[in-house]
């Protein structure tokens, strides 16, 4: 059998006959590319997906319960200085990376081209969010005197388009040999009935997998491997989006030394009980993101003795994990979560669709699935005002405007 035939089998098998009837029309060579594509998913993953669909939400029927962080201002000033200088010694010894990842669409954005590569207009001249990025890992270069390993995480859909940009950039003069880009992986889509899209490329429509999707791509290109050769301990991962993100957070990475887990993450406490964020909590024991849609109004808006949301710490993309951790990670399979999305897809003649109303399912891994497969993690409470600064959508709450002033404001008081 040549591998258009066997393609058409393993199609027939799980009962995939409108691709079947779209690859009716193509030519040799677009049968042959289709069928490549085809033969090198995994369909029994796929069905199983779909088989879930119809089943409850990742989170329904586990007990959750609040957990609490450690407030900077709360630790006296010695254990603070020792935490501190602890985290400090991993980064001057060389032990310490970063990854950004930056594969996702952006699409509450509106901005066509990879979010990175947006321009905020911020004073005293305005900069790309990957150049703000960069300029905090530089301003932690000079301080420290190291040069931190940086590791980009980008799609198949924008990673051609963001290293284009690096070298017109000069990679806003970052030394080239400590920056690594690495494509995140894809899931395919499927439509309410299970059956898969076929995109203007007359290939099988994918989209990224979700920020998930990290630690099984950073092991499939040699990232971990390279971070081994490197003697890195700890890797800070973090969004492309928050202008105010603070990768190098030496009491951060001294709590997780200082408290021996694998995991460590910065929260924010939520603006409000109406806030779009996901929380920190406790799910059936283990330590977990409860999502904002998941919540129910009477949690949302419980508080503590301090007037504190008692399910307020926001997760924030500002996460620290061990080397080691990363490792075992990568061999998970983390949750899928379900989108119901608008895609374009070729009907059966071949004819391009352009659907009014969502479709079809998009299955993505969060980053903060992760946690719940380490017994502990360090909660560490930062401040809005000092550590985020999300640019989320095109205009209100989360958009370049709000990031523009917290922006500002962080720096007419501050000095790193
Ligand atoms: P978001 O979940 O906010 O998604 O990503 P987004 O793509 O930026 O925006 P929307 O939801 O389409 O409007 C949080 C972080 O995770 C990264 C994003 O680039 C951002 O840094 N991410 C998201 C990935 O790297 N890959 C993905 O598949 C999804």
Redesign the pocket.
Known sequence: MNNVEKAMEKLKKYNQDSVLKVMAKFTEEEKEKISNQILEMNFENLKNLFDTLSKEEINAGKKIEPISALKKNKLEPEKLEEINKKGENIVTSGKFAVA??????????GYSKP?GTFKIEVSPKPKYLFEIVCDTLKRANEKYGVIIPWYI?T?EENNDEIIKFFKENNYFDYPKKDVMFFK?GQMPLIDENGKLLIGENKLIKEA????G??FKSMEINGCLEDMEKRGIKWVFIG???NVLLKMVDTTLIGLAEERKVDIATKSVLKNGPKERVGVICKKDGKVGVIEYSEIRPKMAEAVDEDGDLIYGESHI?CNLFSVNILKKLAKVVLPYHKAFKKNNYLDENANLIKPEEPNSYKF?TF?FDSFNYVDDIAILRGKREEDFAPV?NKEGADSPETAIKLYNDYWKNNKE
């Not at 950004?100 to 669409?105: I, L, P, R, Y």
């Not at 990224?208 to 920020?211: I, M, V, Y």
């Open positions: 950004t990842m930056s594969g996702g669409q952006g699409t509450r954005l979010k995480m799609s995140q990224s997998d979700g920020n999707g990290i969004s492309i989006d993309m993505e980053i989320k």
